[in-house]
């Protein structure tokens, strides 16, 4: 849990930012705070390459005069520069047009846990000193350097952060928290001249303890590129393509921007009226659960001060609901579910956190073998995607597969069909990784359109 002491500074600047928006004529006001400290380091055979190290506070706030609001941001907690926040606010939200749906939420739609506890969102261990992630990255390094095939590695980093954050506003609402994380990554690259390939690994914890080795995400940077050595374009024609896990939540995360409640109400999705049709195969779920214990993406109260909660988006293949804040429900006519994300610059808006699909029984290696000859897409480049109908292009490289096993690396590829036909025909494999906020694994799915040599 993260000390009191430290969130506690935050909260007096919150609410001496909510009485001087009062105080400048504010009908309502929330305030957000944001304070935080990163360090990264990357070194170059086996040397320094660079070090920053940043420190910073950021507070935001919105005020609301009627119907009309206004956004305004600084890094100076002075008393004269709140009060002048307050003021300049107040009168940009004056000549700012009218909006129907803005406002707080009701007071007893508030989370009534107003804190991170129990949620393990924070590593109370010291922060590492700089030559501790030097040392992490220069391993990271000499592994992947040590991998038979590796001509350069490209870098080798590690990070380390930690943040605090409270919410204040006029409604009543007080809340805060704190995250830290660790992070470490290679980039490895075999080959030379035109025939380079590249390929990486980077792991990333809220706890220290929870890291793999350094050497373990190293050798595996080594591998993954060695593995792509000699890459050429595969045969163009409709295939199945086999998402690896690695990469397989990008194409969850069309489906999830496709059901953000700011889409609906543009009416601009793909799955504007698919509400209680199906969106994914019978017997397969899409669930968001932001209260995971030692997850990245958790969070206990959305940044409107409404309680996370665990929910399905997708049911038994069937959708089941938007992705929505307080204004987007509005709109809509629909209770928030709790989703509103913001920084200190500008108002909230929907979106998600700790995803989880349902995993399949079959391994990626027996998913191979049932796709014959096809594509594994272990990396995607760009992207051509249109959110209204769902027409779907990406560039893609990976392992062309024959007879159910990997015959060659390939690049310079593009994959192509309709997110409504793709998504209604996955076939999930069972390698998910459970610590990630994304908890998605390879997706096999059939009748792709390919475009190569």
């Given amino acids: 849990m993260f000390d009191d002491h430290l969130t ?82 107040v009168a940009m939200a004056r000549e700012a047009p009218e909006d129907p749906y803005a406002g707080l939420a009701e007071t007893h739609q508030l989370a009534m846990l107003r804190s991170a506890e129990g949620l393990q969102l924070y590593d109370p261990a010291a922060e590492p000193a700089p030559q501790i992630l030097q040392e992490d990255a ?57 025939g380079m390939e590249r390929d990486w690994c980077a792991e990333g914890r809220i706890f220290q303890s929870d890291l793999p080795d350094p050497e373990e995400i190293g050798q595996l940077a080594g591998e993954r590129a060695v593995a792509r050595h000699g890459a050429r374009r595969p045969r163009t024609g409709a295939y199945p393509v086999l998402y690896d896990e690695r990469i397989a939540s990008s194409l969850i995360g069309h489906l999830v921007s496709a059901i953000n409640g700011s889409a609906i109400a543009r009416g601009s999705s793909w799955l504007r009226e698919a509400m209680g049709e199906g969106v994914l195969p019978k ?119 024959e007879n159910g096993q990997i015959a060659y690396p390939v690049n310079e590829c593009t994959i192509a069909g309709n997110l409504r036909e793709m998504l209604g025909r996955i076939i999930p494999a069972n390698d998910a990784q459970d610590h990630l906020s994304s908890v998605v694994p390879s997706l096999l799915v059939e009748g792709m359109t390919l475009a190569g040599a």
């Avoid at 170059?44 to 935001?60: F, Q």
């Avoid at 609402?173 to 990554?185: E, K, N, P, V």
């Fill in 8 to 89: 506690a500074p935050l909260k007096s600047v919150t609410n001496a930012l909510l009485k001087a928006a009062k105080a400048a004529g504010a009908d309502a006001a929330d305030s957000i705070v944001i304070e935080g400290t990163s360090i990264s380091i990357d070194v170059r055979k086996g040397g320094l390459e660079h070090a920053e190290r940043s420190e910073g506070l950021d507070i935001g706030l919105r005020v609301f005069v009627g119907q009309r609001q206004s956004c305004i941001s600084s890094s100076d907690t002075r008393p004269e520069t709140l009060e002048a926040m307050a003021a300049r606010a």
């Fill in 138 to 194: 220069r391993r990271a390094e000499a592994a992947a350097q040590a991998v038979r095939g590796v001509s350069q590695v490209q870098s080798a980093s590690a990070a380390y952060g930690s943040q605090a954050i409270w919410l204040a506003a006029t409604n009543g609402f007080q809340g805060g928290y704190g995250r830290s994380s660790r992070h470490i990554s290679c980039v490895a690259i075999s080959g030379e001249g035109t």
């Fill in 283 to 401: 017997g397969i779920s899409l669930r968001e659960d932001p209260l995971r214990v030692r997850r990245t993406g958790s969070r206990p109260f959305d940044a409107e001060g409404l309680q996370s909660r665990a929910k399905d988006l997708v049911a038994d293949g069937v959708l089941q609901s938007w992705v929505l804040d307080l204004a987007t429900a509005r709109k809509l006519g629909l209770e928030s579910t709790a989703n509103a994300v913001r920084g200190t610059s500008a108002p909230p808006a929907p979106s998600t956190s700790n995803l989880i699909l349902t995993q399949g029984p079959k391994s990626q290696a027996e998913l191979l073998a049932e796709m014959g000859t096809g594509l594994l897409v272990t990396s995607l480049i760009g992207s051509t995607i249109n959110p209204t109908t769902g027409d779907y292009s990406r560039g893609a490289s990976g392992f062309w597969v």
